[in-house]
């Protein structure tokens, strides 16, 4: 039996509790059934593991797996449980959308839901003619729900506990305006598919749909009416500096690459305490963790580690600060820094992790931008002034990742040597072998 020692032991129990609210909310790989479709024993092992909520929404049509929640389509039946119990009364309401459409349709076009929900519900099935939405049309949520809501409690004779009204906090406030600015001027697609191109991870921000508003970015930042300090990440990690060189050469043609990229964001290096390296896939690992790499639960790779052996890490960071600067007049500006950066990481064969000295700074946009002196009181995005100051931020960036020249990025990229795989025995090397074996003779 494998010895450990008490305090090794202890920091790995940290480690793997620390931030183990951003595992637990995701399952990669898995694909989630609708209700009507599953199996008995399908629906109890979901049942065992699944949150317990007021609402569920469906889906007739399930979305591709990874389909991003903006290019989803809008929810089709909407399952209220108020007791939050299984066995709990259930209720479903059907927007059917503007168009009018009879029952009867309906029921000819998706008969297994209506199948199930007739032994689920019996008739408290609702069908109303209204749009199609993304969020709870009913509100169970909300201490000060619409009118529009409390019409459509009121037409299904459903009720929710009051809950007590919380305001909003600042930060709150804050990301519901910048994540949107951010995402339409500098994180967006024209500008991921530019770095895809170029041979580098995609960014990722946040969105405003469902529960991603902070996926992918620095949960433990920064983020007040007198500083805003926001930051992100994405790697690829290649199998081998062969691959890494194969991967970009297919870019080069204007084709897919053809060897295996894992690309992902690496949130929880940001964790306080965590001491969570990005780059650990790319480290290699021994006999015991590559025969049981996955967590017991949610199958994810344990601490972060990779069975594979990865010897190419590629990433692309994006940091937004910003700091309000008061004057002597009252008035205040506020200064954005906006700061884009890329690195690529490889070990040689016979090196165990990626060091410090072959982790190579490439691309490095900046951008400083203050603004105009404004009287500001609360959330500083509420004032014209301070998003001009960053937009114009944004957009310097953003001219910056769209002008590098991709050619030139591949290029340098697509080719492998020698010293790119394993080390050379120069001089040095060779004096430094024979000094460390004359001292491990004279020990002896």
């Known amino acids: 039996?494998?010895?450990?020692?008490?305090?090794?032991?202890?920091?790995?129990?940290?480690?793997?509790?620390?931030?183990?609210?951003?595992?637990?909310?995701?399952?990669?790989?898995?694909?989630?059934?609708?209700?009507?479709?599953?199996?008995?024993?399908?629906?109890?092992?979901?049942?065992?593991?699944?949150?317990?909520?007021?609402?569920?929404?469906?889906?007739?049509?399930?979305?591709?797996?990874?389909?991003?929640?903006?290019?989803?389509?809008?929810?089709?039946?909407?399952?209220?449980?108020?007791?939050?119990?299984?066995?709990?009364?259930?209720?479903?309401?059907?927007?059917?959308?503007?168009?009018?459409?009879?029952?009867?349709?309906?029921?000819?076009?998706?008969?297994?839901?209506?199948?199930?929900?007739?032994?689920?519900?019996?008739?408290?099935?609702?069908?109303?003619?209204?749009?199609?939405?993304?969020?709870?049309?009913?509100?169970?949520?909300?201490?000060?729900?619409?009118?529009?809501?409390?019409?459509?409690?009121?037409?299904?004779?459903?009720?929710?506990?009051?809950?007590?009204?919380?305001?909003?906090?600042?930060?709150?406030?804050i990301l519901r305006t910048f994540n949107p600015i951010a995402s339409k001027v500098l994180i967006n697609q024209q500008v991921n598919d530019k770095l895809i191109e170029s041979g580098f991870p995609p960014l990722k921000m946040p969105d405003q749909m469902f529960k991603g508003q902070?996926?992918?970015?620095?949960?433990?930042?920064?983020?007040?009416?007198?500083?805003?300090?926001?930051?992100?990440?994405?790697?690829?990690?290649?199998?081998?500096?062969?691959?890494?060189?194969?991967?970009?050469?297919?870019?080069?043609?204007?084709?897919?690459?053809?060897?295996?990229?894992?690309?992902?964001?690496?949130?929880?290096?940001?964790?306080?305490?965590?001491?969570?390296?990005?780059?650990?896939?790319?480290?290699?690992?021994?006999?015991?963790?590559?025969?049981?790499?996955?967590?017991?639960?949610?199958k994810l790779a344990k601490r972060g580690y990779r069975p594979e052996d990865r010897d190419v890490a590629v990433s692309s960071s994006i940091s937004i600060r910003g700091i309000e600067r008061i004057q002597p007049d009252g008035n205040s500006i506020y200064e954005w820094t906006i700061d884009f950066s890329t690195l690529i990481g490889k070990k040689l064969k016979d090196q165990i992790r990626i060091a410090g000295n072959n982790r190579q700074k490439d691309k490095n946009f900046t951008c400083t931008e203050a603004s105009v002196p404004f009287l500001c009181a609360g959330n500083p995005l509420q004032y014209k002034e301070c998003v001009e100051a960053l937009v114009k931020c944004l957009n310097k960036v953003k001219g910056d990742i769209l002008s590098m020249d991709v050619t030139a990025e591949l290029e340098s990229r697509s080719v492998v040597d020698r010293s790119d795989i394993t080390q050379r025995m120069n001089e040095n090397t060779i004096s430094k072998l024979v000094s460390t074996i004359m001292k491990e003779i004279k020990r002896k």
């Not at 029921?107 to 099935?125: C, H, I, L, N």
């Open 214 to 298: 902070k996926a992918g970015t620095d949960t433990h930042s920064i983020v007040g009416n007198s500083e805003i300090n926001f930051g992100g990440h994405n790697y690829d990690f290649y199998l081998s500096i062969a691959d890494f060189a194969k991967a970009n050469e297919d870019r080069l043609y204007g084709d897919t690459p053809s060897v295996d990229v894992l690309t992902t964001h690496m949130p929880r290096q940001y964790n306080p305490g965590a001491n969570w390296d990005a780059l650990r896939p790319a480290e290699n690992m021994d006999l015991n963790y590559k025969d049981d790499p996955l967590t017991p639960l949610l």
């Open 1 to 173: 039996m494998k010895e450990i020692l008490k305090k090794d032991l202890l920091a790995k129990l940290n480690e793997s509790s620390i931030g183990m609210d951003e595992m637990s909310k995701y399952n990669p790989g898995r694909e989630e059934k609708n209700p009507w479709d599953e199996t008995p024993e399908e629906r109890a092992e979901r049942q065992r593991f699944e949150k317990r909520s007021v609402t569920k929404s469906y889906r007739f049509q399930k979305p591709p797996i990874g389909t991003r929640p903006e290019d989803m389509s809008a929810v089709d039946v909407w399952i209220y449980n108020p007791t939050k119990d299984p066995q709990g009364e259930k209720t479903a309401v059907i927007p059917t959308g503007l168009e009018p459409i009879s029952e009867e349709e309906l029921r000819a076009t998706e008969p297994k839901f209506f199948e199930w929900a007739q032994k689920e519900m019996g008739d408290r099935v609702h069908i109303i003619q209204m749009k199609k939405v993304y969020h709870d049309p009913l509100e169970p949520g909300k201490a000060k729900p619409s009118p529009k809501a409390l019409n459509l409690r009121q037409k299904t004779n459903l009720s929710f506990d009051t809950k007590d009204y919380v305001p909003t906090s600042d930060r709150e406030k």
